[in-house]
């Protein structure tokens, strides 16, 4: 039999971890006897929802078993029972099991989970047409990516990403990661490797910040430079525990459904296509707005300061830019008209920016001055006379192509500047290497 098993929403902010409830159940199947058909999948939905805790992400696993699916089941929720924080009011577990080839329909919800909000109740009709089974606790919300990341085989462009897991007495202390470790690892694999730290700031990405597991990701193009990239960090507390996932991120598959701006609905993750319409202005905070129309509609667009090149872009805007925006559509508050939030702009054309000023005497060559109102305009010093101002063509400081927000600013899913060119076609077959383990990863693949 083959069983896909997709969990999801175990994280909290007091530090429950998806991923890190996976690797305790990646350890506890592993007993019984079941063959891994992929790595595991750690699938990224739309970040733009309102309730994601961290990243929104949700995991499968795919195995061939000839267990019954009692024991699997068992194994499963008593492992998420014991491991997910329950008491916190934002975690809503959801575990679904999914006997058998993934059917057309599962595989379209998860496409629209990657861009929309979809309801838990839909997911569960959907699992029930066609003979899944889900089990949520506290409402369930995790029940969408759950069977989303079922749905999701990775078959197109996808990436790796190594996760290393802390020992628990070090939980919500300093992760002891060296930096210029790190620094070197990222000369040495990039852009094999990426989103490690933002040059810009220096700031690294391997480790994140908060109370989970997680000591430290590194992300990149196969499983083979992440132990090598895993090996060169030097890390001053014990590894408990390491997962190898492939995932989406990295992949921008959030932003490929495009939307008319008159069709645009909160929280959805769009791509749009239109003209600059108003000038950008710069906002208390460094932020910058302007706002784009297709003819449908406008809309106000928004490239926070955190977004670092992306913001910088954005003030470079001018009326009549031709561009594609692509974000989150923030709901209208008090205040606040609904928004895109930027991740990225795609210039495809500039518009031309005329300026006008005072003529140049085509006698003697001097700036001319007014002569008087209504009068037209004269040289001072040969009498030459002009009626109106001229139009002078200012050069742009921007130019057509991608601009993408610093590293800094990236979601999990947002595809970095160096990995365009790397994108994968056509999914990966059975794990070659081996994908969790206790203690610190090997240097190498076996
Ligand atoms: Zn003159």
Request: proline letters at 11%; aromatic letters at 4%.
């Given at each position: 039999m083959i069983l896909h098993m997709g969990f999801d929403?175990?994280?909290?902010?007091?530090g429950g971890c998806t991923s890190y409830i996976c690797a305790l159940i990646l350890e506890r199947i592993s007993e019984l006897r079941v063959r891994f058909l992929d790595y595991p999948n750690l699938i990224r939905l739309?970040?733009?929802?309102?309730?994601?805790?961290?990243?929104n992400g949700a995991i499968c696993l795919r195995i061939e078993t000839d267990e019954g699916l009692g024991d699997l089941e068992e194994a499963v929720v008593d492992i998420v029972e014991r491991s997910?924080?329950?008491?916190?009011?934002?975690t809503s577990p959801g575990i679904v099991f999914f006997p058998g080839d993934v059917p057309r329909e599962i595989e379209e919800f998860s496409e629209r989970a990657l861009f929309d909000l979809v309801s838990p109740s839909s997911a569960v009709r959907l699992l029930r047409s066609h003979g899944g089974e889900a089990i949520g606790f506290?409402?369930?919300?995790g029940i969408v990516g759950g069977l989303a990341a079922i749905g999701n085989?990775?078959?197109g462009d996808h990436t790796f990403e190594l996760i290393a897991y802390r020992a628990r007495?070090?939980?919500?202390?300093?992760?002891?990661?060296?930096p210029g470790s790190v620094e070197r690892m990222d000369r040495l694999t990039s852009p094999m490797t990426?989103?490690?730290?933002?040059?810009?700031?220096?700031?690294?990405?391997?480790t994140p910040r908060g109370?989970?597991?997680?000591?430290a990701g590194i992300r990149g193009e196969s499983p083979q430079v992440l132990f090598e990239a895993f090996s060169m960090l030097r890390i001053?507390?014990?590894?408990?525990r390491w997962v190898l996932f492939r995932t989406?991120?990295?992949?921008?598959?959030?932003?490929r459904a495009r939307f008319e701006i008159g069709r645009l609905r909160p929280f959805r993750s769009v791509c749009v296509e239109g003209s600059v319409s108003s000038p950008p202005r710069v906002i208390a905070g460094g932020h910058v707005i302007f706002k784009l129309s297709d003819g449908t509609g406008e809309i106000d667009c928004a490239a926070y300061e955190p977004t670092g090149d992306l913001n910088k872009a954005a003030r470079l805007l001018a009326v009549g830019d031709l561009i594609r925006a692509y974000g989150g559509v923030r709901r209208a508050s008090k205040g606040h008209p609904r928004t895109i939030n930027l991740e990225k702009i795609e210039v495809l054309r500039l518009a031309r920016v005329l300026e006008l000023r005072n003529p140049k005497c085509p006698s003697c060559g001097r700036g001319m001055e007014s002569a008087g109102r209504g009068q037209g305009y004269r040289c001072r010093r040969c009498g030459t006379a002009a009626k109106e101002k001229v139009a002078i063509e200012i050069p742009r400081a921007i130019s057509p192509g991608l601009y993408l927000a610093s590293p800094r600013g990236h979601r999990h899913l947002t595809k970095p500047l160096s990995r365009y060119g790397l994108e994968k076609a056509g999914g990966c077959g059975p794990?070659?290497?081996?994908f969790f383990g206790l203690g610190p990863p090997p240097a190498r693949a076996p």
């Open positions: 929403d175990m994280d909290s902010l007091s739309n970040p733009n929802v309102p309730w994601k805790t961290k990243g997910a924080d329950l008491g916190d009011p934002r506290k409402g369930g919300r085989r990775l078959l007495e070090n939980y919500g202390k300093r992760r002891r990661v060296d990426f989103n490690n730290l933002d040059r810009g700031s220096g700031r690294i990405l391997i109370p989970d597991p997680v000591l001053g507390e014990p590894v408990e989406n991120q990295g992949t921008d598959a959030h932003l794990p070659i290497a081996p």
